[in-house]
C-alpha cells in the first residue's frame, strides 16, 4: 500500500507506484535549472480520486513535445529560455512506464506545461475503500475519509 498521506491511502503495487511517482520527480530534477523548484504535493481530486502532483519551475515542454511524451522511446527537445539544449541521458520510456503503471491502477496521468515556465504532472488514483473488519481483518484503524477537495501536504524541494 503506498501512503500518501493520513486519510489519503491507495492500495497497489507499492515497488511499481513508488517507480513511477519517483521517475516524475527525476525528470523534475533534470529539466530544472538550478535555483528552481520542484513541489510534490498531494490531496484528493474533484472527481474523489486521489491525487498526487509534481510541479517544477524547470525549463517546460514545448508545445511540438507535449502531445508525444508518454509515447515509448520520444524525447523532447528540452532547451534553456536562452536556446541551449539540455541533453540528459535518457531513453525516452520513463513517462511511458509510468503512464502504464498509473493506467494497471486505474488511475491517470496528466501534463500541463508551458515551455520557459515550468511542469506538473498530476497522477491521479482511486482512493483505497474504506477497510472494514470484514474486508481487510489486519487493517490498522483510519480509512480513506480524508478532506474534500484541494491538494495540501506540499514537499519543496530546491534545484542546485
Ligand atoms: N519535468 C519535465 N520538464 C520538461 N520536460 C520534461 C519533463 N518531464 C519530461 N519531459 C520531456 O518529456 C520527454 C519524455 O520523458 P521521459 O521521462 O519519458 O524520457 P526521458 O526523461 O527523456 O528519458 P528516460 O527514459 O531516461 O526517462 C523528455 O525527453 C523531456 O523532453
Ligand atoms: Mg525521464
Known sequence: MFV????????GDEARLKW??????DNAIKYTLPGGEIVVR?????DGRAALEVSDTGVGIQPKDLPHVFERFYRGEARTPDGRL???RGLGQGLYVAKSVVEAHEGYITVA???GAGTTFTVALPVAETPTEDTLPHQRGGGAAGRPGGLDGAARLRAV
Open 113 to 115: 506545461s508551458r515551455a
Open 42 to 46: 498531494c490531496g484528493h481530486l474533484r
Open 4 to 11: 500518501a498521506r493520513a486519510g489519503l491511502e491507495v492500495f
Open 20 to 25: 513511477a511517482i519517483g521517475h516524475l520527480i
Open 86 to 88: 539540455i541533453d540528459p
